[in-house]
């Protein structure tokens, strides 16, 4: 038999670590913001006795309280991009183009379905409350031609070339990164415990195209 050598382009890469030093802070800043999104949302939870709901807040990208927090996982996007990436961006900025948290419904139910973000080159979670019976991000195989065409896995748990789904265990500090184009979505929630989430969005843009824009 030939001895092959391998290897590996076009992957999909998702980053995680684990930083709790933001968790009880930004508990309490955005405590009002999820207030106001249940405001917001209190027709539907009079409705559905607050299931399957997701209570999305305003941007949080103005909060002066949060500039710690955008400033780290800005760093962090772009040392992920130019670093471990390979991307030049010498005539790029990088803006936060969305930032915000959510809060899954109190009695269960919540979730996401699979879906992409349009206006990022990287995306990204840190989870403010949850566990291993709450909710969890799942990435999915963004190649449609393997998934159009695929076989049937050995271990439906092991990660490897067969798998098409990913799921993520978190807790509260657990932080995530990955291409804005990966397909991501969020289990549905027993509502046993809360379900909070910061969520974001980061473009790098050519240098000077919003000025241009502006102007126009």
């Given amino acids: 038999m030939i001895e092959l050598k391998r290897d590996n382009y076009f992957i999909s890469p998702v980053y995680y670590g684990f930083d709790d030093s933001f968790v009880k802070d930004l508990n309490k800043i955005t405590d009002p913001y999820i207030k106001e999104a249940r405001k917001r949302n209190k027709e539907l939870i009079k409705k559905t006795k607050d299931f399957s709901l997701t209570h999305h807040s305003t941007s949080l990208i103005p909060e002066e309280k949060m500039k710690d927090f955008q400033k780290m996982i800005f760093d962090t996007a772009y040392k992920i991009l130019t670093t471990d990436q390979g991307y030049d961006l010498k005539d790029y900025q990088l803006f936060i183009t969305e930032l915000w948290v959510q809060e899954f419904s109190k009695n269960g139910g919540g979730y996401h379905d699979p879906h992409t973000h349009w206006n990022g080159h990287i995306s990204g979670f840190y989870f403010l409350k949850a566990s291993n019976i709450t909710s969890r991000p799942s990435f999915y195989d963004p190649r449609p031609g393997k998934i159009m065409n695929d076989l049937p896995m050995k271990d439906s748990k092991a990660v490897n070339d067969a798998q098409?789904?990913?799921?993520?265990?978190?807790?509260?500090?657990?932080i995530i990164f990955f291409p804005s184009y990966l397909t991501h979505g969020f289990a549905v929630d027993s509502g046993k415990e809360p379900f909070r989430f910061i969520h974001w969005n980061i473009q790098a843009i050519t240098k000077g195209a919003l000025n241009y824009a502006t102007s126009k």
């Fill in 164 to 174: 098409s789904i990913v799921n993520y265990e978190v807790k509260p500090g657990t």
